[in-house]
Every structure is written in C-alpha cells, then in structure tokens.
C-alpha cells in the first residue's frame, strides 16, 4: 500500500473537492480514525452495547414456544414478537412497510442521520467491535501506521494473522447468528451439526460478506454503497438536527499568538482533531456533507481541545442550518405534521386491521390443470383444495359443509380438520354435482365453514363443465 493511500486527509488542501477515501488520482485511501473519548462516545458505546445484545440475544427468545422473531422463508411466514404474518395478510404486511418507511422520512427530518450515527450495524460492528479488535492487536493507528511502513518481521505477521483470526471467529458467530432469523436458533445449530452443505455454504458466504465489509470496504459502505446519505438532499430541511460547525464563532481559524491583544482569530485553532478523528474522513468545517454519518466524534474531538484552550463548548454541536446562519431554533413545520398524520393513519390502520383479523382464513383453490371429469350417471366431478390457516396460538377443529348448487355432494373434507396453533394445513377435496346445475359451462360451489373457536364463513368457488347439449 503506498504511502500515499496512509495520509491523514487533514495533508489535502482544503479545496480538494473529492470523496474523503478516495486519493486525488482514485485509488482507494485508508481511514483510520483516532477515537476521541468524550460524552457522546460513551453514550454511543452504551447503545452499540444494547444494539448488539439485541442482534445477538433475539434469537434465543421464545414467545409462546416460538421464536420470537422469525423471517421464516421455508413456510412462508414472519413471526414478530407473538404476531405471525402470511402472504395472506399483504395488507398487514405493505402498512407495516409502509410505517417503517414513513418513520425513517419522520425521524430523518427530525434528527437527521441519528441512526447512521448511533446504531445503523455498519457503524456499531465496525467502530465498536472490529476496529477495537484492530487497535488491540496491531496498536493505535500511528503505531500500525509505521510498523506497516516497514519490512515483514515475525512480529508484523503474527499479529496480522491474530488481527484476521480473531475477525473471521466474530465474523462467523455474525453469520450463524444473522442466518438463525431465517432458520431459527435451533434449526440453525440442528443443520449445520447434521452438516448440512447449504447450511455451511451460506454460513461461510455471510463470514466472508461480513469480513470483507468490516476488515476492507468499512467506511465505503456508508459513503459509496448506502443510498441513506444520498436521500439527506430530500429528508433534510432547515430545522433538521445535524452535527455542525458553527463558523461565525470559529473564523478565522488561527491560534492566539502571546501578546497578541484583542484576539484577531476565531476559536478555530486549526488543530485538525475533528479530521483525524471522522471515521469517514470528512472536514466537518466545510458544512453539512453526505460523508457525514453524524457519529459525534468531532464533536468529542472539538470539546476537549475547547477544554484545553480555555474556550467554550459547542464550537462543533449538534445544532441546524437555520441556527448556525440566524441563531434561531425551529422544530414545528408543516412536513413534520404531514409525517405525524400519515404515521398515525397508517399505524392506526395496521391496528384496526389486525385487531379486526378473524381467528383464522380459508382460501379455496383449484387442486389440478383437469378443470372438471364427467362421471357415469350425469355427475361431473371437479378437485379442488382449501387452504386453511389457524391465526391462534392455541389448537382449533374446522368443519366443512357444501351448502351450493342443490344436489351437489363433499367427497373428502367432510370430517373435521384439528389444526395446531399458527399452523397451516391444506385439504384436497372433490365436489361432484348433477350436469344439469351447469349453465353455460358454469356454476357456483357454496361452502360454510365454522370452527369451534368462532369462526363462521361462507367461501364461493366456481366450477367449470359441460355445456348443455
């Protein structure tokens, strides 16, 4: 790696106009941010420590013998927290998505880039698990710096090879982990001990996904993949909280040189710590920049020089660009009340919804590509299959009766059909009706389905014939 790819980005010219890990000729350039310990790290380590024993400890909550969440592909179904969601509850499932994507325009415009900030999984994992794993091994970055600058040494390959070991083990129990929400924990641990190849396949592709963007990609994944910062131009206005620096109180830059009365420079020593210590390696000083993930550090960074200078805090803060241009706060404008109502609306919906789902669905389908087989004696027989899903926890007996056209007989189906909870479970069924119920080729099958738990519905389905000669 050249030396060049080392630099601090503090070395540029402050006009260079390029993305911070990126060299003026392209090539990609190594951030290594110098942690600053001040309040805001201590609070964010706090929520990286909650947010991991979220990640980590969900999948081993059960509701109800269940998991507690569960993306459950191989039975199409989405557990959350004792609620199971379908295909058949689309309506359910496109307001939830709807209500998520509504909160992150709402908090956005709020708070701006908080979740980016303080607990988005890329920054938690890599500022909070990997990067510290790093310094552990290989020092802070200075020391890695120049022992990297030198020749291979037994030492220098040790703690590399100690570095990627201890990445690939925290990698992997990522990827078991990430992959026990789609299996559940103990279909997880059940297929990879019976060595299963497509269990280990995907465990070992998530390992390395998870390796490659947290030992190499790192930042670029908030600066080059993320479409999030991109979306800052449209969520944020005037009055959104943002990490700022406050100019009017910092120019010009300059340090205090003794004798020096009155002051001719601004609280700005130039020191360069906000830039050292950006984990994307931004000049917060140039304004509000879609590198910026709003993690505070320069914040931490700037206090404590403050501190040292004997000059106040804030001089980086979180504030907005309507305070640092007017020096006033705003928070009440019309997009936030569109947002809130819309939330309200749509989540008011998903409730209403929800509480008003019957205890269980019946979908009757057609069972075969045969639309319909003429039997002896004038009786045409078609197949079909009903679809039954129990919405309760607990075990629930259905009945059928075929109440339409008049003559028409149930073959299979008619004893009833003990389903457990959340369970799914398809009948095959065959309706034989007399030829003359059929006009023009058609006619409707009535079913009445009941079930001890309280369910009464009415399902119509219609069959295909003959024509009458």
């Not at 459950?72 to 989405?78: E, G, I, V």
């Not at 465990?203 to 490659?212: C, D, G, K």
């Not at 002896?376 to 009903?386: F, K, N, S, W």
Request: aromatic share 10%; proline share 5%.
């Amino acid at each position: 790696m050249s030396a060049d790819n080392r630099r601090s980005p503090f070395e540029y010219s402050p006009e260079d106009e390029h993305l911070a890990g990126l060299s003026l000729e392209g090539a990609r350039r190594w951030i290594d941010p110098v942690v600053s310990h001040g309040r805001f790290f201590r609070a964010r380590r706090i929520v990286a420590i909650a947010m991991t024993g979220l990640f980590f400890g969900l999948p081993h909550l059960s509701i109800g013998g269940r998991p507690a969440v569960w993306i459950d592909l191989a039975n199409r179904q989405f557990l959350l927290f004792g609620l199971t969601l379908r295909p058949a509850d689309n309506v359910l499932l496109m307001m939830f998505g709807a209500g998520l994507v509504i909160t992150v325009f709402f908090v956005t415009a709020v708070l701006g880039r908080i979740w980016c900030g303080w607990a988005c999984p890329q920054t938690v994992y890599l500022e909070f698990v990997f990067r510290p794993i790093e310094t552990l091994v290989e020092g802070r970055p200075a020391i890695r710096h120049r022992r990297d600058a030198g020749a291979w040494t037994a030492e220098r390959a040790a703690r590399k090879v100690l570095k990627w070991a201890l990445f690939a083990v925290v990698g992997a129990v990522m990827a078991t982990t990430f992959l026990a929400y789609f299996l559940s924990w103990d279909g997880m641990v059940a297929a990879i001990a019976a060595g299963e190849r497509g269990t280990w396949i995907a465990a070992a592709a998530v390992t390395a996904m998870a390796l490659i963007d947290f030992a190499f990609f790192r930042e670029q994944t908030c600066t080059v993949a993320c479409p999030y910062g991109r979306l800052q131009s449209v969520l944020y206005d005037a009055d959104t909280l943002l990490v700022g620096y406050d100019a009017g109180r910092g120019e010009p830059r300059g340090r205090l040189e003794p004798g020096e009365s009155p002051r001719t420079t601004g609280d700005c020593i130039d020191c360069g710590r906000c830039v050292h210590t950006c984990p994307t390696g931004i000049d917060i000083r140039k304004g509000l920049q879609m590198e910026c993930v709003a993690c505070t550090q320069c914040i931490d960074a700037c206090d404590d020089v403050m501190d040292r200078v004997k000059r106040p805090r804030g001089l980086i803060r979180y504030t907005s660009q309507r305070e640092l241009a007017s020096g006033k706060r705003g928070f009440a404008r019309p997009r936030l009340l569109l947002y809130g109502v819309i939330l309200l609306a749509v989540y008011g919906a998903f409730w209403f919804v929800l509480l008003g789902r019957p205890v269980a669905s019946v979908e009757v389908l057609r069972a075969s590509t045969e639309p319909y087989r003429v039997l002896p004696a004038g009786i045409v027989a078609t197949q079909l299959r009903m679809r039954f899903t129990n919405h309760l926890d607990r075990e629930q007996t259905f009945g059928v009766v075929l109440v339409a056209p008049e003559g028409s007989e149930l073959a299979g189906g008619a004893e009833p059909l003990v389903l457990a909870g959340n369970a799914v479970e398809t009948l095959t069924i065959a309706v034989k009706t007399p030829q003359k119920a059929f006009v023009d080729g058609r006619t409707t099958a009535r079913f009445h389905i009941q079930s001890d738990q309280g369910l009464k519905a009415d399902r119509e389905y219609v069959l295909l014939g003959p024509y009458a000669e």
